[in-house]
DNA sequence: AATTGGTTCTGAACCGTTACGGTCCTTTCA
DNA sequence: TGAAAGGACCGTAACGGTTCAGAACCAATT
């Protein structure tokens, strides 16, 4: 039986034909995918899990590139792609549970996130993409404090020294507004720890005293969330020379709430983003790029190797500093400089 | 064993406790997801298949748009959301038989795709998706005939006559080209042929003869085709007033090239799409909107709606002719119309 | 003491496939 | 003619759960 269908060369034509012939006569469907996973221990999908809404990899133009490259290694191996349902304001991790597939990718979900334990407890390979190294399995990455330092090292070279940020979420729990130190140092999500470090730390060389500096937390990730926070830092501090985003969609809002203003950007006021999606590059935007597709290309590929020995493996992909229009000299930078510290 | 983890219920904690424990130390990794498929005949995903590469459905804008709206209805039932690799070059449907899902969501493949078929002969309920009723099993799309219909009639009554069109692919062969009526009538993409037809018999009824009207055909779905495909047609007839594109992006693709010819739109040329992406709508473009996330959530809805009774169903929704700044009377349209038919 | 009722626990059957090894038949060659 | 070899075919045992029937046990009732 199986064979008539997988193994052809297993019998002769002749029976092949009546086999064939008997189980459409019956209504036989063809082999059971799950039965046929079962018994050889296949599933041939890998799961993706992500700290947001499913549909929320359809609307960040980040994560679409990653997913592009994810499907495009998929596709080379011939695997599926199942996308994991895992709401994040619930604990439920049956989803991981359910999921019959070869091995996971985890992008960019916090490091207390139930769903990530969930996966790491099934016996399957697992890549985990923009999280630290957790030393048992594959990861995938850039260096998001290396990378968001150099751009503040291009900010602090224009001058900047009174400045602003604004990041996206920094835990699982909502906070839409100023983050303490504290909360930075704690924060969840390996990503956005990361480059505010390295802002603090090329800041803090610049003389800056960082826990003076307005950092605004968005929990929702969009430009709506980008003019609210520019907004709030704004208000708090109406001398910032500089608005660092720790995005390019929180930057792209953050243009739109200086234009309301009436601030022209960079003339009078610097604004920054962070990964090199297509708007900001057409917005001319100051950012960090970083290869999101070929991020997704290499977690795939790292999961669908089979050669186990050399596992864990760590690849850290090149960023590149972009310099576009978004940002100058702080005006009257030139004097400012005379006085600083 | 089964109930320790699923069934709380049914044994005293003591017990339950003691199995837990035991599992553990014995390094069991928790019920086997495939197993529990198969005994319990519920793979708790389903499958999506499409016409192109999988990595196309991440950079198509309305594609991504039927994505989310399926990942939401996949996500309020808990379900995941299999992408079924279906490289259309290779007639291999394995992947089609490998998928383990309750599940079908077909989105607008050519009506003798392979694929199609594999699915078809699965015993698990399938929704198609811009494609033709098949009476078999469900179907949502949008009436693509009558709102190009309608499209048309808004350039007739502009007083345009002498047009040319830029279309996606028809069949699955690579034809970038012009295309006889033949082959428009033959299509085997449901919603191109029903574009078309829509067209022509606007244009056939004020008096337009179809067959002289300039059809390009272009495989690839980005703005460059949409670029050639307008140069091939404003190549063979550099009179035309209106350039009809059946999508978005070949339209922002023509309006590139009409720019590139020095030619201004609306005055010198009239440019259409078909969609109402994000990107068309920012252009100002004159286009069918048609609410593809809304496709995407019903695809999903009626998939997953268990009320096996009222199969099959066909849900139709509605669009909305958006007139933007891309269309205008041709450029002395009016003198024209005292000397058209 | 025997019956009844209820709960907790155990064991076996089954889901549908593939892998494997054994039987049988045919062919080849000494 | 007999033995060895090879090919075609078939039967069976997992794979790892879920489910369900019924055994075992305990307490309450007759």
Same mark, same amino acid.
């Given at each position: 039986m199986s064979n008539a269908y997988n193994?052809? +060369? %297993?019998?002769?034509p002749e029976l092949r034909r009546r086999v064939l012939d008997t189980a459409r006569r019956l209504g036989?469907?063809?082999?059971?995918p799950v039965a046929r996973s079962l018994r050889?221990?296949?599933?041939g999908a890998v799961g993706l899990l992500l700290t947001?809404?499913?549909s929320y990899a359809f609307r960040d133009p980040a994560a679409i590139g990653f997913l592009e490259g994810l499907a495009l290694a998929c596709e080379d191996a011939g695997t599926g792609l199942l996308l994991v349902p895992a709401?994040?304001?619930?604990?439920?991790v049956a989803s991981v549970h359910r999921a019959g597939v070869d091995g996971f990718v985890v992008y960019s979900?916090?490091?207390?996130?139930p769903h990530l334990a969930a996966v790491l407890e099934r016996p399957v390979p697992t890549v985990v993409c +923009? %999280?630290?190294?957790?030393?048992?399995v594959d990861r995938v990455g850039i260096d998001d404090r290396g990378a968001m330092y150099e751009l503040a090292k291009h900010l602090i070279d224009l001058g900047h020294r009174r400045i602003g940020v604004v990041c996206m979420r920094l835990a699982r729990d909502r906070n839409d507004g100023f983050v303490t130190p504290d909360r930075q140092h704690a924060a969840h999500f390996h990503v956005q720890r990361n480059r505010l470090s390295g802002l603090a730390e090329a800041f803090s060389e610049a003389g800056?005293?960082?826990?003076?500096v307005p950092v605004a937390e968005r929990f929702d990730h969009n430009t709506a969330s980008g003019a609210s926070g520019a907004a709030q830092v704004l208000d708090r501090?109406?001398?910032?020379?500089a608005l660092i985003c720790t995005s390019d969609v929180l930057a792209l809002g953050a243009m739109n709430e200086a234009a309301r203003r009436g601030l022209?950007?960079?003339?009078?006021i610097t604004v920054t983003g962070f990964d090199g999606i297509r708007a900001g590059e057409e917005a001319g935007l100051t950012t960090v790029r970083q290869p999101v597709l070929e991020k997704g290309r290499a977690a795939g590929k790292l999961l669908l190797?089979?050669?186990?020995?050399?596992?864990?493996r760590s690849v850290n992909l090149a960023t590149e500093l972009i310099i576009g229009k978004?940002?100058?000299?702080?005006?009257?930078g030139a004097e400012e400089r005379w006085f600083g510290p």
């Open positions: 193994r052809p +060369d %297993q019998l002769s036989y469907p063809g082999p059971d050889t221990r296949k599933a947001e809404n499913l709401n994040p304001e619930r604990e439920d979900v916090p490091d207390d996130d +923009d %999280q630290p190294d957790l030393g048992t800056v005293d960082w826990s003076q501090d109406p001398q910032i020379t022209r950007v960079p003339h009078d190797d089979t050669n186990e020995r050399s596992r864990p978004t940002s100058g000299p702080p005006r009257g």
